[in-house]
């Protein structure tokens, strides 16, 4: 991302990096898919501070993490994120998937006026989530889902509780 940070003397340098391999495995009956996935965010050392350049990604209408809770606690900026899931199909018409991802800071910033406040400031790990989402085809044009899925959080955060969430949803498509 190139420009400016609305203030025309601060210029924006960002950028952002995502590799994801699938690899499905060799047996017929549940026709299994292990998938991984890496994803770079770049960041700023100093978030909110009026310098001459700012490096952190600006997530806008980002849709890379729908339906998990770290894309609610956390904007898709600064970031790695490394996933893992596996995909089957263990009756027709049903696809299951169980997923994990490890999240970490890409710079250290100041806990200062930030999500996590604590001063645990040496530490850059984030947080893991693991879920698993089932989606049922009714038709060609209908399929419901479910989804579940609990966000383990570090030491950065002063709470650190367990976040889970489940969610149920439908598409129509016409």
Request: no cysteine.
């Amino acid at each position: 991302q190139f420009g400016n940070l609305g203030d025309p003397d601060v210029e924006r340098r960002a950028y952002a990096l995502q590799l994801l391999s699938n690899y499905a495995l060799p047996v017929d009956q549940f026709q299994p898919v292990l998938g991984l996935a890496y994803t770079l965010y770049s960041g700023d050392r100093t978030p909110g501070a009026q310098d001459k350049k700012y490096r952190g990604w600006d997530p806008m209408l980002e849709n890379q993490a729908g339906g998990k809770i770290y894309n609610v606690l956390f904007d898709a900026t600064n970031s790695h994120t490394l996933g893992a899931s596996l995909t089957a199909v263990p009756v027709e018409d049903v696809t299951a998937q169980l997923y994990y991802d490890a999240l970490w800071l890409h710079k250290k910033v100041p806990a200062t006026g930030l999500s996590f406040p604590n001063e645990d400031e040496g530490k850059r790990r984030l947080g893991s989530e693991f879920g698993m989402v089932v989606t049922y085809d009714y038709t060609e044009d209908v399929q419901f889902g479910a989804r579940a899925g609990w966000f383990f959080s570090s030491s950065r955060f002063e709470d650190q509780t367990t976040a889970s969430q489940f969610l149920l949803n439908a598409k129509v498509a016409f």
